[in-house]
């Protein structure tokens, strides 16, 4: 597990206990990811798809946002208090890692854009698709918006990823 915190032989709680503890919310944290975040990377595909067939432009719009609001954000949350049950657990110091630190960061930036951003954005979509009245040029503007959202949120996710594993600084 690479040089960081994930070496947690000495100066912590109790060896095993610390062990088993860190090992579930470790467990816990990349299932939230993985589950929580993985099919947000289909999100511009299925918004594509969408935009592409008038037909299923609601159907498209309804799937991104109750995935968002009843799987990614709420896992989300699951993966801060994991992550932040493991610096507990193996009492890492969280200032000595910067990984850790801009990890943080970007993560907490990308968790506020999604759920005051992204989600108002998505349920405007999905509102404007039900039929809901909109201006000729709100649409797309919309769609654009959404589509650059969601590139910086799966970026954002990817970059993250990339700090938990590679621990480079
Ligand atoms: C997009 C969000 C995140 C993803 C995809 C993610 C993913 C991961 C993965 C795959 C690991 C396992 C790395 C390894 O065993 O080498 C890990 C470990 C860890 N993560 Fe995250 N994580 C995320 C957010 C966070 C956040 C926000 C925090 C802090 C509050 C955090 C704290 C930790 C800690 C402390 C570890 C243990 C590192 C170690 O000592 O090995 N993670 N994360």
Do not use: C
Not at 43 to 52: C, N, P, S
């Amino acid at each position: 597990m690479g040089g960081g915190p994930g070496n947690r032989s000495s100066g912590l709680r109790s060896g095993a206990t610390v062990r088993r503890y860190f090992d579930v919310f470790l467990y816990l944290h990349v299932l939230a990811a993985i589950v929580g975040l993985g099919p947000t990377f289909a999100f511009g595909w299925i918004g594509r798809m969408g935009a592409e067939h008038p037909g299923q432009g609601l159907f498209a719009a309804r799937i991104v946002h109750t995935l968002t609001r009843k799987m990614a954000l709420p896992l989300a949350t699951v993966i801060l208090v994991t992550g932040v049950a493991m610096i507990w657990a193996a009492e890492i110091d969280f200032f000595e890692h910067g990984w850790l630190v801009l990890s943080t960061v970007l993560f907490v930036m990308s968790y506020g854009y999604s759920a005051l951003v992204q989600s108002r954005h998505v349920g405007r979509l999905v509102e404007i698709s039900s039929g809901g009245g909109a201006q000729p040029s709100e649409l797309p503007t919309l769609r654009r918006k959404i589509g650059w959202g969601g590139r910086y949120l799966r970026l954002s996710a990817a970059v993250i990823l990339y700090l938990m594993i590679f621990k480079p600084f």
